[in-house]
């Protein structure tokens, strides 16, 4: 049972450093971080767009199988 609480403690101590920090690091996206993310989304868009044009070209022939 003392490992129980002494566990239980630790992690409301670390849980509350966790907290504590997020705190102060909250608003801080760097311009890579954005960028990296409009390259993710663009390309997403950009193979479900390649996707769309494919069916809509080979409709025809694929509605045979």
């Not at 069916?55 to 509605?63: A, H, Q, V």
């Amino acid at each position: 049972m003392k490992t129980y609480i002494r566990l239980t403690t630790a992690l409301r101590a670390h849980w509350a450093e966790i907290e504590k920090r997020a705190s102060e690091d909250r608003g801080d996206i760097s311009i890579t971080t954005v960028i990296i993310w409009v390259a993710a989304v663009a390309g997403a868009l950009l193979i479900a767009g390649s996707i769309g044009v494919l069916i809509t070209k080979y409709n025809g022939k694929l509605s045979g199988i």
